[in-house]
């Protein structure tokens, strides 16, 4: 979250000294300098870097204040360097379009919870190919049973043939999150998922695998939260567990946001209070066969009242980050931690080079593998609140240093530590 004789006989004795060497874990790795995206047509209260979404070397950044329907921007990896590869913009009736943001391969959905065509807040969600460096809009996603003030689109998040967005306002706020698939170049409502008090209020998709959030979920108490975890079985989407934390309480809010990978699930609960008011938790669950169990609680080493450390999380192979947007006055930072066995360690704690109090850095991240990205949507970088996103391309292993001492021996001629460290959507997923 270090161990550190003399003994003579009758018998001639040999002073013999022996240098000791002990390898241990450093205190911490240094945090590495990131990359900062910033659009070349940034302007005040754009909110760039509100949704993100990293697959491999490729970015989606969110940006719903731009203009007067929002947008997103596509950056691409060429070695240590981060270029703009596209600008999404909104083709819609919308005024929130990249409030959320999902990429997998040459797929990208975008939601926008504000698209007004059936109603104030219907909301929709766009799908984006991508031929080359060239990228076209290939469908606009909308429920079947739409109606004003479901918030489609509040969440997204896209893998393979398959696309979720979720609809917290659906049904008077019970909440719904749809499931579209592909077919050749055409994308399907497959089915829906309903929900209870705001379910879909985040979602993430890996292989065969979705997870869904409901914070508002009544499980221990009132907003203790939980989360879903959805199979496929063939065609159909089955459910396979309901997580809760092992200590949920009233008011948790466990599930605002929600990661996925593998065999693993990652789970905030940023109004958690163990180290004070809001001070924030997030859950690790383990799938082995068909059960899921909750591996381990992670909260940040230097956890304080108010950082909300959980607001947003991702989780990828065996790295995960969590973001506490709220922590030093609203500065924000993100606490990356690494598993080893089934413990998991905070390895670093991130925080923007330039930003300062309400930037609000860590409010969104995504990972994948062993690249970071950290949205600063509140960040005045070319105005208020105009947004930053700061990309870590590597996070450093904790390094082994070997510890010497000597000891001096009267031989008879014959005899860990964790890392000082701020989602759907990218993490979001």
């Given at each position: 979250m270090i161990p550190r004789g003399n003994r003579t006989g009758r018998v001639a004795v040999a002073i013999v000294v022996v240098f000791v060497g002990l390898a241990v874990t450093t205190a911490g790795s240094a945090q590495p300098q990131p990359t900062k995206l910033t659009p070349a047509d940034a302007e005040a209260y754009?909110?760039?870097?509100?949704?993100?979404?990293?697959?491999?070397?490729?970015?989606?950044?969110?940006?719903?204040?731009?203009?007067?329907?929002?947008?997103?921007?596509?950056?691409?990896?060429?070695?240590?360097?981060?270029?703009?590869?596209?600008?999404?913009?909104?083709?819609?009736?919308?005024?929130?379009?990249?409030?959320?943001?999902?990429?997998?391969?040459?797929?990208?959905?975008?939601?926008?919870?504000?698209?007004?065509?059936?109603?104030?807040?219907?909301?929709?969600?766009?799908?984006?190919?991508?031929?080359?460096?060239?990228?076209t809009l290939q469908t606009k996603l909308i429920a079947m049973d739409a109606s004003g003030e479901d918030a489609f689109g509040s969440c997204v998040s896209v893998w393979g043939d398959y696309a979720f967005v979720t609809a917290p306002g659906h049904d008077n706020y019970q909440g719904a999150t749809y499931i579209f698939r592909r077919d050749g170049e055409t994308w399907t409502q497959h089915a829906m998922l309903d929900g209870y008090g705001d379910s879909g209020s985040s979602v993430s998709v890996w292989g065969d695998y979705a997870i869904v959030g409901n914070y508002r979920d009544y499980g221990s108490s009132s907003y203790s939260g939980a989360a879903y975890i959805y199979h496929l079985e063939g065609t159909t989407w089955t459910q396979q567990a309901k997580l809760a934390p092992s200590d949920g309480a009233q008011d948790d809010y466990f599930g605002l946001s929600v990661s996925l990978c593998d065999e693993y699930a990652i789970v905030g609960s940023y109004w958690d209070d163990d180290a004070g008011e809001k001070s924030g938790s997030s859950y690790i669950f383990h799938r082995d066969g068909t059960t899921w169990t909750q591996q381990a609680k992670l909260t940040a080493d230097d956890a304080a009242a108010g950082d909300c450390f959980g607001r947003s999380v991702s989780i990828s192979d065996d790295r995960a980050i969590v973001g506490a947007y709220m922590d030093d006055?609203?500065?924000?930072?993100?606490?990356?931690?690494?598993?080893?066995?089934?413990?998991?360690?905070?390895?670093?704690?991130?925080?923007g080079t330039d930003t300062q109090a309400g930037d609000q850095f860590g409010a969104s991240v995504s990972l994948s593998g062993e690249a970071v990205v950290v949205g600063a949507s509140y960040h005045d970088g070319v105005g208020a609140r105009s947004g930053s996103v700061y990309v870590f391309d590597t996070i450093p292993e904790p390094t082994s240093v070997l510890l010497f001492a000597t000891c001096g021996l009267a031989l008879p001629r014959r005899r860990r530590v964790p890392v000082e460290n701020p989602s759907c959507r990218g993490r979001s997923r």
């Amino acid at each position: 979250m270090i161990p550190r004789g003399n003994r003579t006989g009758r018998v001639a004795v040999a002073i013999v000294v022996v240098f000791v060497g002990l390898a241990v874990t450093t205190a911490g790795s240094a945090q590495p300098q990131p990359t900062k995206l910033t659009p070349a047509d940034a302007e005040a209260y754009d909110y760039f870097g509100g949704s993100v979404s990293i697959r491999g070397d490729s970015a989606i950044i969110g940006s719903s204040g731009d203009g007067v329907s929002g947008s997103a921007y596509v950056y691409q990896r060429d070695g240590a360097t981060w270029t703009q590869q596209a600008k999404l913009d909104s083709p819609g009736y919308g005024g929130s379009f990249g409030n959320s943001v999902s990429l997998h391969g040459d797929t990208a959905v975008i939601g926008d919870f504000a698209d007004s065509y059936l109603g104030q807040y219907t909301g929709a969600a766009y799908i984006f190919q991508r031929n080359g460096a060239s990228w076209t809009l290939q469908t606009k996603l909308i429920a079947m049973d739409a109606s004003g003030e479901d918030a489609f689109g509040s969440c997204v998040s896209v893998w393979g043939d398959y696309a979720f967005v979720t609809a917290p306002g659906h049904d008077n706020y019970q909440g719904a999150t749809y499931i579209f698939r592909r077919d050749g170049e055409t994308w399907t409502q497959h089915a829906m998922l309903d929900g209870y008090g705001d379910s879909g209020s985040s979602v993430s998709v890996w292989g065969d695998y979705a997870i869904v959030g409901n914070y508002r979920d009544y499980g221990s108490s009132s907003y203790s939260g939980a989360a879903y975890i959805y199979h496929l079985e063939g065609t159909t989407w089955t459910q396979q567990a309901k997580l809760a934390p092992s200590d949920g309480a009233q008011d948790d809010y466990f599930g605002l946001s929600v990661s996925l990978c593998d065999e693993y699930a990652i789970v905030g609960s940023y109004w958690d209070d163990d180290a004070g008011e809001k001070s924030g938790s997030s859950y690790i669950f383990h799938r082995d066969g068909t059960t899921w169990t909750q591996q381990a609680k992670l909260t940040a080493d230097d956890a304080a009242a108010g950082d909300c450390f959980g607001r947003s999380v991702s989780i990828s192979d065996d790295r995960a980050i969590v973001g506490a947007y709220m922590d030093d006055a609203e500065c924000g930072s993100a606490y990356v931690f690494l598993r080893d066995g089934t413990t998991w360690t905070q390895q670093v704690k991130l925080t923007g080079t330039d930003t300062q109090a309400g930037d609000q850095f860590g409010a969104s991240v995504s990972l994948s593998g062993e690249a970071v990205v950290v949205g600063a949507s509140y960040h005045d970088g070319v105005g208020a609140r105009s947004g930053s996103v700061y990309v870590f391309d590597t996070i450093p292993e904790p390094t082994s240093v070997l510890l010497f001492a000597t000891c001096g021996l009267a031989l008879p001629r014959r005899r860990r530590v964790p890392v000082e460290n701020p989602s759907c959507r990218g993490r979001s997923r």
